[in-house]
């Protein structure tokens, strides 16, 4: 391995009393995710920033959520249609669902320092989820992270190929990078993660460029750079 320099972060940390990110799969229950996808760390970004931000424009992200635990509520979903883009939506039907949700998630946000001010006064507000899912940012700080080769992971996604590469037992869901701007969205990109929430932990001894350590902790995460999260692709200085 060889030695790489700290990256200089701007730590940011948002708290709620919910939290919930539906499992793709399920419709008629709603699961959530113990962790949030990519998709709704740019949704956050474009919510603090006012306009819609897409993987391109940031260079490096990293994340961790925890929670204190799930419960589950009944949840009337409202169908409606639009005949025509031009004509008023109308009600269609009323459904009763079963949703799970996160209770009082804590997420600890890592980005470039230009996103700092966007977070000191964000344009809309951020959510963990649904509309109801409203967030607080509760400290903005600077961090640094240092690159790592190994450490515990918990409160994080792991991309399929480190969940292969070090037989880590996780739950594998395939989850948007992040959407596009259209009126109907498209994800931009999907990818197989290994899901490790923040009650157990996954040993990593091969982090092949991925992992760094907050140095004012131990709290070992993992860094999704901008070529892998458009492209699946990195370059030859992000793995050593």
Request: hydrophobic share 45%; proline share 8%.
């Amino acid at each position: 391995m060889r030695d790489q320099e700290a990256i200089k972060a701007v730590r940011i940390v948002l708290t709620a009393y919910t939290a919930s990110f539906r499992v793709p799969p399920f419709v008629g229950h709603q699961l959530t995710l113990p962790v949030p996808p990519l998709s709704t760390i740019f949704g956050l970004i474009s919510a603090a920033a006012g306009r819609w931000v897409m993987p391109e424009e940031v260079e490096w992200l990293a994340y961790r959520c925890t929670f204190e635990g799930k419960a589950n509520d009944l949840e009337a979903i409202y169908t409606v249609k639009r005949p025509k883009p031009d004509q008023p939506a109308r009600f269609v039907t009323r459904n009763i669902i079963q949703r799970e949700f996160l209770v009082l998630p804590r997420l600890t946000l890592y980005l470039p320092t230009e996103w700092e001010p966007a977070f000191h006064r964000p344009r809309y507000a951020l959510l963990l989820g649904r509309t109801q899912d409203v967030a607080s940012v509760v400290s903005i700080s600077q961090a640094e992270l240092i690159p790592v080769n190994s450490g515990m992971v918990s409160g994080v996604l792991l991309p399929f190929e480190l969940v292969a590469r070090n037989n880590v037992s996780a739950w594998l869901q395939k989850l948007p990078i992040a959407f596009t701007d259209e009126p109907i969205r498209k994800p931009v990109r999907m990818h197989l993660f290994g899901v490790v929430d923040c009650h157990r932990s996954a040993s990593l001894e091969n982090g092949d460029g991925w992992l760094v350590k907050d140095a004012d902790g131990e709290t070992v995460l993992l860094l999704y750079r901008k070529e892998w999260m458009l492209h699946g692709e990195r370059t030859l200085s992000e793995v050593w």
